[in-house]
């Protein structure tokens, strides 16, 4: 392509033009190649509210990786639900696995400097990573929650692993209400019990300890949790669905749920939120102002 000046030649490809000794070359930006258009990263998109094609017209973005497995059947969730009984996933959670996927991943980097940071994940755990487990004693609360939420009694909480990737710990679904450990037995005596490395280990049922059912109304009910490293439990939100609508608009930025603990957002993920997401950042800052 010639400009009107004679002497001048763009181009994107240098290696197909040749400089004359009365002619300089301008060699321009190659643009950023389309997106893979494929099924599985369409419907990824829509369940995710755009947040890869958000991502895609963003110039620091790199490497955006997707994940996801097929959703499940109902009876396959029937089954989770029988070995677990009495305890029920709540009616997003068996719908979304049911008729969307069975777990996703959408995971990206960013550049900066010519250098490829990770930045964040959106994460959910497939079926089969979901295990139930009991609480331990070493477990504590933070000291402040929002005024509408009622500081659980955790000898009679049981959690489900929602995110057992996440770098802060393992994201939970908490039940309020007591489970009969001989309920979560998997067919050997014992029971799923999270450690302090986040890694499950096997505890042998105590038939004394086994609590009695409250109230089976609210079994299905939960709420979800962080669980961090140091063993505190931080309030998240009141469902699943809040919670991936939460982990969108965070863009899954690394640390986001530290917005909801005493100790707030670490200064790089703020840095990161600002850059990305700013809107959101505000709304995480005011926060503690309105709970």
């Avoid at 000046?5 to 490809?13: C, G, I, L, R």
């Avoid at 955006?64 to 305890?87: D, F, G, N, V």
């Avoid at 049981?158 to 979560?184: E, H, K, Q």
């Avoid at 709420?223 to 809040?242: K, R």
């Amino acid at each position: 392509m010639y400009s009107s000046d004679d002497n001048v030649t763009t181009t994107n490809d240098i290696s197909t033009k040749e400089s004359s000794p009365n002619k300089t070359t301008i060699l321009l930006p190659k643009p950023k190649p389309p997106p893979i258009q494929t099924q599985q990263r369409y419907a990824l998109d829509r369940v995710a509210l755009g947040i890869i094609t958000y991502l895609e017209s963003l110039d620091e973005c790199q490497d955006i990786s997707i994940q996801c497995t097929k959703e499940i059947s109902s009876y396959e969730i029937s089954l989770w639900e029988k070995r677990y009984a009495p305890l029920k996933l709540p009616a997003d959670v068996k719908k979304f696995y049911s008729s969307v996927f069975n777990g996703f991943s959408i995971r990206w980097s960013g550049e900066f400097s010519d250098q490829i940071t990770p930045i964040g994940e959106i994460r959910v755990n497939s079926m089969d990573e979901m295990k139930v487990q009991m609480v331990p004693d070493i477990y504590s609360l933070p000291s402040y929650l929002p005024a509408d939420v009622i500081p659980p009694n955790l000898s009679t909480c049981t959690l489900i692993s929602l995110d057992n990737r996440c770098p802060l710990g393992n994201v939970v679904l908490l039940y309020r209400n007591p489970i009969s450990f001989t309920a979560m037995a998997n067919g050997s005596g014992t029971v799923d019990v999270l450690l302090t490395d986040n890694t499950l280990a096997n505890t042998p049922l105590i038939a004394a300890q086994s609590p009695s059912i409250t109230n089976i109304d609210t079994l299905d009910t939960p709420e979800v949790w962080l669980i961090t490293p140091t063993c505190q439990l931080i309030y998240i939100c009141q469902s699943f669905i809040q919670y991936m609508r939460l982990m969108i608009t965070h863009l899954g930025i690394f640390q986001w749920q530290l917005a909801f603990s005493d100790d707030g957002l670490p200064e790089l993920t703020s840095q990161y939120l600002q850059l990305f997401c700013k809107e959101r950042l505000i709304i995480d800052k005011h926060y503690w102002l309105h709970v």
